[in-house]
């Protein structure tokens, strides 16, 4: 009678357990299939460019409400302070120089480039194929217009999409306004017809020049139909909005809305998309099955003055070295997975092709130097990150390091000026406590100088560039 009632017992346990919605992480649903990956990506947003991360009038509620119930990373790199070459670092988990995806030259790749991502190159998109995920890019690509660069042949089931920056393609006349500083403060960059920027779809263009105005919204409308389309088995989505990039364009629905002027209505649009992502996913019943990270490809273009951005307190922007050109705002979501919190470790988006593959269940290939470090510990325990060292690049010069809480900074140089200089000893900062750079304390720590040194000749020793794929445009040709 005892042992009849013990087992009566446990069945209604179990079946409350239930009842009530409550699931165990070992044997729940959510996490018999692997999980999806959703990677959304702004162009041009600085570190100070939201709510969440101290911006006084953008509002952003969806993505401050998405750093609270997940990880606000405040640490997070890219692979350079450019476009191309941090687009290339995110989808190959590589530092740019490995694979010429940077230059010296031209540090981004343009419409008549003749090249693109090197075919031997592994994406993350061709990484979670192996693993049979559907796999879509949508927004910007800026990894090679010409057909055998787009991504439907770099491991991407479907593109749609502008293939480069929006700023391209301008057909505006440059002389007769005066210059291409002077455009920019004229009428002609508001309209879209000044850029002859083309969508495409797959690999046929659908709309020239590409509607800019709603473009953010038709890039939310496609990745959310990809998901609900895939939602039976695991997907990978790239959405990579080619804004706040200027030209800057908003809906009408957000136009004139933000305090901040024409910039905060587009970041606050990026912001009200992002949670309609979020919520599909909620909606599906995918919110516990899938991650979702939130981060930008390099800081503000400072240039543009109100057009551009902020890098908070951190020093310069978009195209520099300093800490406010490839430090970026990094938010990871995934309810019942991700361990909510803030990490102050160091990161970087090469380190999604490593956590991603691995989580996946794809080995990383062993024929070539990865960059990238799995996060997975840091996610989901709360584990100090197991990144230690971050590297910056300008073209294929190593410009500074940071180990730890230092950053020692070898070459310094404006970020659209021609003149560098270089140090020797190099520029020492401690970033933990002066994420300015304003206090050089070379003098004061050759020891820690002589670590980085080292950690420096170790990365050398080793190091094979890559051919540079962004110098030729036009007719010239790699020989």
């Not at 993350?124 to 049979?132: M, P, R, T, V």
């Not at 300093?322 to 019942?336: D, H, L, Q, V, Y």
């Amino acid at each position: 009678m005892i042992a009849l009632r013990t087992l009566l017992f446990l069945y209604l346990l179990i079946l409350f357990d239930g009842c009530t919605g409550t699931t165990n992480n070992e044997d729940s649903d959510a996490t018999k299939r692997p999980f999806n990956f959703v990677i959304l990506f702004a162009d041009d947003l600085g570190y100070g460019d939201l709510g969440v991360y101290g911006h006084p009038t953008i509002r952003t509620p969806r993505l401050d409400k998405m750093a609270g119930e997940g990880q606000k990373w405040t640490n997070f790199y890219v692979g350079a302070s450019v476009c191309t070459p941090s687009r290339a670092a995110l989808l190959t988990g590589r530092l740019p120089v490995r694979n010429g995806m940077t230059s010296r030259i031209n540090r981004v790749l343009f419409p008549d480039s003749d090249n693109g991502l090197p075919a031997e190159e592994i994406t993350l998109a061709e990484q979670l194929k192996k693993a049979g995920y559907a796999t879509a890019c949508v927004g910007k690509w800026h990894l090679g217009s010409k057909e055998q660069y787009l991504p439907t042949n770099n491991g991407f089931d479907y593109y749609y999409g502008i293939p480069y920056s929006n700023d391209m393609d301008n057909v505006a006349d440059m002389k007769a306004i005066g210059g291409y500083m002077k455009f920019w403060s004229s009428e002609a960059h508001r309209s879209i017809n000044s850029f002859n920027v083309p969508l495409m779809r797959n690999t046929e263009v659908i709309e020239r020049p590409a509607n800019q105005h709603t473009i953010t919204k038709r890039y939310t409308d496609e990745s959310i139909k990809f998901m609900a389309g895939h939602k039976s088995s695991p997907f990978f989505v790239y959405l990579a909005y080619n804004l706040p990039h200027v030209p800057l364009f908003a809906s009408e629905t957000f136009e004139d809305t933000s305090p901040r002027g024409l910039y905060g209505d587009v970041v606050e649009e990026i912001d009200y998309n992002v949670g309609r992502v979020l919520d599909t996913l909620t909606a599906m019943g995918l919110a516990e099955n899938t991650i979702v990270v939130f981060t930008s490809d390099n800081g503000p273009w400072l240039i543009m003055n109100q057009e551009g951005g902020s890098a908070g307190l951190l020093r310069n922007g978009k195209g520099s070295t300093w800490e406010g050109g490839m430090r970026e705002p990094c938010i990871f979501w995934s309810p019942g997975n991700i361990k909510p919190g803030l990490v102050t470790g160091i990161g970087s988006t090469m380190d999604l092709y490593t956590t991603f593959s691995t989580l996946a269940g794809v080995p990383i290939p062993n024929d070539r130097v990865v960059d990238g470090v799995d996060l997975s510990a840091t996610l989901f325990k709360g584990d100090p990150s197991p990144r230690n060292e971050m590297f910056y690049y300008r073209g294929d010069w190593l410009y500074a390091v940071r180990v730890g809480d230092y950053k020692a900074h070898y070459i310094t140089q404006e970020a659209y000026e021609p003149e560098f200089t270089r140090h020797d000893p190099p520029e020492l900062y401690n970033i933990s406590v002066d994420p300015s750079e304003k206090f050089d304390i070379a003098a004061d720590h050759p020891e820690i100088i002589e670590q980085i040194n080292e950690v420096v000749r170790k990365h050398n020793e080793k190091l094979i560039k890559g051919l540079d794929m962004l110098k030729d445009r036009g007719n010239q040709k790699l020989n």
